[in-house]
């Protein structure tokens, strides 16, 4: 079997089934990544619903107006970002409430292959993993957070 037709039955089989999650966020300054990660992310059933935004500011302000219900279960966070960082994020991530800090499971993004930033993301007590882009598939498939 092709890995193309391995990856399009793949797809067709999760989109078949449930969702693995009901929301993601994506926080990623590059809109042509937001735009492909949420179109791979969707179309392979990992969410049931995707929103991305290219800043970090504006993402902050969304989960801290948001209702429980509303709060993604999953933020992929870019790393390198102008105005706020992914770090810089995170230090005001951990300024909001308890309960939105265990609904949100952060993964980070980063086409970085500085071993300080992955050292920083791993001692990073909200980050669940650290991926490489572009997000794949198969990267994708694994995730379980």
Same mark, same amino acid.
């Given at each position: ?66 209702? $429980? ?31 939105? $800090? ?17 050292? !920083?993301?791993?001692?990073? !007590? ?10 794949? #598939? ?6 379980? #957070?």
């Amino acid at each position: 079997m092709s890995s193309q037709t391995l990856n399009e039955s793949v797809i067709g089989s999760a989109k078949a089934g449930a969702s693995k999650y009901s929301k993601v966020l994506l926080i990623d300054d590059n809109s042509l990544d937001n735009f492909v990660n949420k179109k791979l992310l969707e179309s392979i059933g990992f969410a049931q619903e995707v929103n991305a935004y290219q800043s970090p500011i504006e993402a902050l302000d969304f989960i801290k107006n948001a209702k $429980q219900t509303e709060l993604p279960e999953v933020i992929f966070l870019d790393i390198n970002m102008p105005l706020m960082d992914g770090f810089q994020f995170l230090d005001a991530f951990a300024l909001l409430a308890e309960a939105t $800090q265990k609904q949100c499971k952060i993964i980070m993004l980063s086409t970085s292959e500085s071993f300080k930033d992955l050292n !920083r993301a791993n001692k990073n !007590r909200f980050i669940k993993k650290f991926l490489n882009k572009p997000l794949t #598939v198969e990267t994708v498939q694994a995730i379980n #957070v």
